[in-house]
C-alpha cells in the first residue's frame, strides 16, 4: 500500500527523500577524501555486503519467529545495521593487528556475508513457496520511500559523523597520511583506526537504504576521488567533494522522481561517475600547458 501511495504521488516522500539523501551525501563527502586518501575503498565494499549477512540472518530468524516478519524490512534493516558495525570492527582488528593480508581480510569477510546471506534468503525462499524475503530488493539497490523519522534519524547520525570528523579532524588527516609518524607524535592511532571504522560502517547503513548493497561504496569513494582530482590541499577537497557529493545524489533523486521507473542508486552513481570523468578530463586539460612548456 505505501508503494502504491508513492507512485500515485510522486512528490508525497519527496522531503523526507531529500533530507536522508542530502544528509547522508554530506556524511560521505567528509569520510570520502580520507577513505580515498587511506585507500579504504575495498574496506567500504566489504562492509556494505556484510550487510547481507545480518538481513540474511534475520530473515533465517523470522522462519522460527514470525513476528519478526511482521515489522516488513525493519528487522532485516537492523540485522543490516548490527553486522555492518560489526564486519567494521572485525575489519579493524584484524588490519590493525597485521598477520594478515587487509585485502585478504575484507576479501574473507565480504565472500562470507555474501554467502551466509544468499543462502538465507534461498531457505527463506523454499520455506515460503517462493516468496521473497523482507527487503531483498531494497538491500540490492535501494529505495526511496523513506518515513519522516527515519529521515531524521539519519539525519541525526549523518551530523554526529561530520562533528566527530571536524573535532577530530587533525588526529584523523595525521592518522591517514602516515600512522607510523601519528602514533610517534602522540595521536591514538588505534583509538582513530577503530573509529573511522565505525564512522564509514555507519554512514553506509544510511546509504544502503538508498542506494543499496551494491552501489552504496561509490558514495563513499567518488566524490572524494573527484575532489582530489580538482584540490591539492585538504580544505578545499572536503568542500569540492560536498558539492560532488550533493549534486549528485541530489541529482538522482531528482532523476527518479521525474521518472519513477528509473532506480536511485544507480542514478546517483553514475552522475557521481559523469562527474569524476569531467574532473579528470579538466585536469589533463590543465596539465598540458604545462607539458608542452617543459618540452619546450
Known amino acids: 500500500m505505501p508503494l502504491l501511495l508513492a507512485q500515485s504521488n510522486p512528490t508525497s516522500g519527496l522531503l523526507p527523500a531529500l533530507v536522508t539523501a542530502a544528509s547522508m551525501a554530506l556524511a560521505c563527502a ?10 579504504w575503498a575495498f574496506i567500504g565494499e566489504g562492509i ?3 550487510g547481507f549477512g545480518g538481513a540474511g540472518t534475520v530473515w533465517l530468524l523470522s522462519l522460527a519467529f514470525p513476528a519478526l516478519a511482521e515489522h516488513g524490512e525493519w528487522a532485516p534493516y ?6 555492518c558495525v560489526l564486519t567494521a570492527l572485525g575489519i579493524g582488528f584484524f588490519t590493525r593487528s597485521g598477520q594478515v593480508n587487509s585485502d585478504a581480510v575484507i ?6 556475508s555474501l554467502a551466509w ?3 538465507a534468503q534461498s531457505i527463506f525462499r523454499y520455506v515460503r513457496l517462493g516468496q521473497e524475503p523482507p527487503g531483498w530488493d531494497t538491500f540490492l539497490f535501494g529505495r ?4 519522516a523519522s527515519f529521515a531524521i534519524g539519519a539525519a541525526m547520525l549523518c551530523a554526529a559523523v561530520v562533528a566527530v570528523v571536524v573535532l577530530l579532524g587533525k588526529e584523523i588527516l595525521s592518522y591517514c597520511l602516515d600512522p607510523t609518524t601519528a602514533q610517534a607524535s602522540g595521536v591514538p592511532v588505534g583509538f582513530i583506526h577503530y573509529l573511522l571504522m565505525v564512522l564509514v560502517a555507519l554512514t553506509i547503513v544510511i546509504g544502503v537504504r538508498l542506494a543499496g548493497n551494491v552501489l552504496v561504496t561509490a558514495l563513499l569513494v567518488l566524490p572524494g576521488a573527484t575532489a582530489l582530482i580538482l584540490c591539492k590541499s585538504l580544505v578545499p577537497a572536503i568542500l569540492a567533494s560536498l558539492v560532488i557529493a550533493l549534486a549528485g545524489t541530489l541529482g538522482g533523486i531528482a532523476i527518479h522522481f521525474h521518472w ?13 561517475f559523469g562527474q569524476f570523468l569531467l574532473a579528470y578530463g579538466w585536469g589533463k586539460i590543465a596539465e598540458a600547458p604545462l607539458g608542452s612548456k617543459r618540452a619546450r
Open 30 to 39: 567528509v569520510l570520502s577524501v580520507f577513505v580515498v586518501s587511506r585507500r
Open 48 to 50: 556494505a555486503h556484510s
Open 78 to 83: 537492523a540485522g543490516v545495521v548490527v553486522f
Open 107 to 112: 576479501g574473507i569477510f565480504l565472500v562470507a
Open 117 to 119: 546471506g544468499i543462502l
Open 144 to 147: 526511496m520511500d523513506v518515513s
Open 260 to 272: 519513477m521507473f528509473l532506480p536511485t542508486g544507480p542514478a546517483i552513481v553514475l552522475l557521481l
